[in-house]
């Protein structure tokens, strides 16, 4: 097909160059709506053409921004902004996932509804504002339990309670510190036309049964209802790493599963992506297995990509998954290869406490061979902390091997050497 002259909306950017890459190279027009507070000048020279908004959630900017323009694709890379996209295309009638389903992506209640609602494996839960809402999950399940809030990624605002006394302390946390979030990732459209659904992100959380398994995730593109699957993704937990914090440190392509598990996997995340009405889009599927029993249920689901998931789908299977999302939000198979030839991990460094980074030795990294897309994300002065008390990570990189288990080694050992030289004093 040729390519050249499609224009394709991106709503979101970060500077990653690789994800117009391919597109431009195909003589495609890119177009950008982003929020002033995350323009930068050099954005200017990626793109055709560049509407920087007030707030990218007024929906009166969004509008005056696109109005009169012929795009024939919209997207997004980020979570922040995937309802955007459903409510640009609806404007415009482009494809997407349909207006009345995208919240079901950005609300975990709705998403626990959907499951729920057509049988999806899944956790039990209970929306509350307060402890006293949780009662009935403590009555049934007991401790552990699960609180979260309903919007959101990266392990932000998750933790694990072990009795009465964290449960309450940790609903009355989380809604305090969301009474008070900034930024993208918290945002909400606003004079829109139509109704959203969904309770308040910042009055609601959800309380939800502890379960157990391999974390495993896929991500998947979806083009006229039919998903496409990329290798399933493994998870190595904190307590393997020997530390207690809730963020995943290690995230391991391809697992080896046999084929009766695989099929298990996969069966669930396409049952999860019509439950959803996932479509002209990729999604991030998380689910727990259980090896012994062939368990499989559903986390959540994401209508975006997975962290370093391109990097990980080239270095392990050579497929172009930047261009498979445009093909995708065109309406076309995402064409992007998913037979695994190698093994890669991401590793993600947090620190160990909370505070004002004084010092991270991370030289060495660049040194190591099959090591790839080392990424920066915090610099001495920055305040880091725990993924627990709502931080992000400090930095993050990709190591390739030959075989699962010397690829798990080798990012388990550069990972500690990283954390161990993490030094923070007092904010």
Not at 62 to 85: H, Q, S
Not at 163 to 179: F, K, M, N, P
Not at 373 to 393: E, I, W
Request: hydrophobic share 40%; aromatic share 10%; charged share 25%.
């Amino acid at each position: 097909m040729n390519f050249t002259g499609k224009r394709i909306l991106f709503i979101g950017y970060r500077g990653k160059e690789s994800h117009l890459r391919t597109a431009r190279g195909e003589g495609m027009l890119l177009d950008l709506i982003i929020d002033a507070g995350e323009m930068r000048e050099e954005y200017r020279g990626a793109f055709d053409t560049v509407h920087v908004l007030d707030d990218i959630f007024d929906w009166r900017q969004i509008a005056a921004a696109v109005e009169g323009t012929n795009y024939d694709a919209v997207l997004t890379r980020f979570e922040d902004f995937t309802f955007l996209v459903s409510a640009v295309a609806d404007f415009l009638g482009l494809r997407s996932v349909a207006l009345a389903d995208a919240p079901k992506f950005r609300n975990k209640y709705l998403m626990r509804k959907a499951f729920a609602e057509h049988g999806v494996p899944s956790a039990d839960f209970q929306l509350v504002r307060s402890s006293d809402d949780a009662r009935p999950m403590v009555e049934k399940h007991g401790f552990p339990l699960m609180v979260k809030q309903i919007a959101g990624i990266h392990s932000k605002y998750v933790a694990r309670v072990e009795d009465e006394q964290g449960l309450r302390s940790t609903i009355e946390y989380y809604l305090d510190c969301l009474s008070r979030e900034t930024g993208t990732l918290h945002g909400q459209l606003h004079h829109f036309p139509k109704t959203i659904a969904g309770p308040d992100y910042r009055t609601h959380l959800l309380v939800e049964e502890c379960i157990s398994g391999e974390e495993l995730t896929v991500d998947a593109f979806v083009v006229d209802g039919k998903p496409f699957l990329t290798p399933i993704c493994k998870y190595i937990m904190p307590e393997e790493m020997g530390f207690h914090d809730h963020h995943l440190p290690i995230r391991i392509m391809p697992y080896n599963l046999s084929e009766e598990e695989q099929g298990i996997v996969d069966s669930a995340v396409k049952k999860s992506l019509k439950a959803l009405g996932a479509d002209f889009c990729v999604t991030h599927v998380e689910v727990f297995f259980n090896r012994a029993t062939k368990d499989c249920r559903l986390i959540e689901v994401a209508s975006r990509s997975g962290g370093f998931r391109a990097e990980m789908v080239y270095h392990t299977c050579g497929g172009d998954y930047d261009f498979g999302l445009v093909r995708a939000a065109l309406g076309l198979k995402p064409d992007v290869a998913s037979i695994p030839q190698r093994f890669a991990a991401v590793a993600e460094v947090f620190s160990p406490e909370n505070g004002i980074l004084e010092a991270v030795e991370s030289s060495f990294l660049e040194e190591q061979e099959h090591l790839y897309s080392l990424t920066q994300n915090k610099q001495v002065g920055d305040m880091v902390g725990r993924a627990s008390d709502g931080h992000s990570f400090v930095l993050k990189f990709l190591v390739t091997a030959d075989s699962y288990e010397e690829v798990v080694r080798r990012a388990k050992d550069l990972l500690l050497k990283v954390r161990s030289s993490i030094r923070v004093r007092e904010a």
